[in-house]
């Protein structure tokens, strides 16, 4: 149990985790900063808090539009941001449209990390994932090993998910993972996914697996489109959660991981899905796959999409 977790954005997964942190005992205390008015903040938390004695989970909160609500955080989730939305004409912006608005929100988020817990551990959920991820880290210069975003982790479970499916097993049964960036370029690394220890063609048709790929890249607009408002907000918060519990309970885990390259796989200087080491002290280690000439190929284009997009961030930033 940590002493006490922040989370910035109290919207859609911000409420889903706040319950989750409560429920699951994560921390002593809460802080929830939202700058939505009247108080959607206050609005969360009370409503949750008021639950705490069915669900039998002792914790306190600080709420507010404020961010001294993050006072002394050990750990911050960050959720700060507009979702993807369908557009009245049906079509759905990519992560990347959203970069604009959502780079002006990280600058405040990252001055009031810097202020009120600069020495937390960050998970960075809001989108585009890889770029504002990179944002955060041009602000604050923390370690490598505090900050990192959540998408591998979901984009992981989602194809794990459509597998399980195809298969006819239990999801627990398998193991997969994708990796690059958080956008339609992700690389679902067939050569990695695996059933209970079994090759995945063992059990799945290479057309199916084909399609279940495809899917797996399209996986968060085939939500927003059925959401109709706003995008995913369950499994994402589910999946910080998990990154989270591997840093609360010092576990060592390999978990896909949206960190910090220097080097690693040929990048240097960018935030890319790769799996990592989580413990105590937040990214331990990359882990260096053993891709197929076409899976270093497809990483190379993804990487060139999210080198793109970090140059956005360079100029905007730059015009802040
Ligand atoms: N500080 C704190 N909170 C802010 C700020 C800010 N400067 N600006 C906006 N917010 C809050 C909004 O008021 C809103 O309540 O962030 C919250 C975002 O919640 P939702 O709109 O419900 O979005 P959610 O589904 O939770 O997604 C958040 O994560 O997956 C990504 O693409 C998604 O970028 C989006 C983010």
Redesign the pocket.
């Known amino acids: 149990m940590l002493n006490k977790i922040g989370l910035?954005?109290?919207?859609?997964?911000?409420g889903v985790l706040f319950a989750e942190i409560a429920k699951r005992r994560l921390a002593k205390r809460i802080g929830l900063?939202?700058?939505?008015p009247p108080d959607?903040a206050k609005g969360k938390a009370l409503d949750i808090a008021e639950g705490s004695p069915t669900i039998m989970a002792d914790f306190d909160y600080d709420a507010s539009k404020e961010y001294d609500a993050l006072e002394g955080s050990d750990l911050v989730i960050n959720?700060?941001?507009?979702?993807?939305t369908k557009r009245p004409d049906g079509t759905i912006p990519t992560?990347e449209e959203?970069l604009a608005t959502?780079l002006k929100?990280t600058k405040?988020?990252a001055e009031g990390i810097q202020k009120y817990c600069p020495e937390a551990i960050i998970v960075s959920?809001?989108?585009p994932l890889d770029a504002i991820v990179y944002t955060l880290y041009k602000i604050l210069n923390p370690p490598k090993n505090k900050l990192m975003g959540m998408a591998g982790q979901l984009d992981s479970g989602r194809y794990r998910y459509f597998i399980a499916k195809e298969a006819g097993v239990s999801v627990e049964n398998v193991e997969a993972l994708v990796l690059g960036g958080h956008g339609d370029t992700m690389v679902p690394v067939r050569s990695c996914c695996r059933i209970a220890g079994m090759p995945v063609e063992k059990f799945v048709a290479a057309d199916k697996l084909e399609a279940i790929e495809t899917r797996t890249r399209k996986a968060g607009g085939e939500v927003v489109g059925l959401l109709g408002t706003?995008?995913a907000?369950v499994s994402?918060a589910w999946a910080a959660l998990e990154m989270t519990e591997a840093i609360i309970y010092d576990k060592s885990k390999i978990v896909a991981t949206c960190a910090l390259l220097e080097g690693e796989y040929g990048i240097d200087g960018l935030f890319v899905g790769v799996p990592a080491i989580l413990d105590a002290g937040g990214v331990k280690k990359v882990v260096e796959v053993d891709l197929s000439e076409g899976e270093k190929a497809a990483l190379a284009h993804s990487v060139e999409a999210v080198s793109k997009t970090c140059a956005e961030v360079d100029e905007m930033l730059a015009g802040l």
Do not use: E, W, Y
Not at 8 to 14: A, D, L, S
Not at 79 to 84: D, E, H, I, K, M
């Open positions: 910035i954005g109290g919207g859609n997964i911000g900063i939202d700058v939505k959607l959720t700060a941001g507009v979702p993807r992560r959203l959502n929100i405040s988020v959920i809001a989108n706003g995008s907000f994402p």
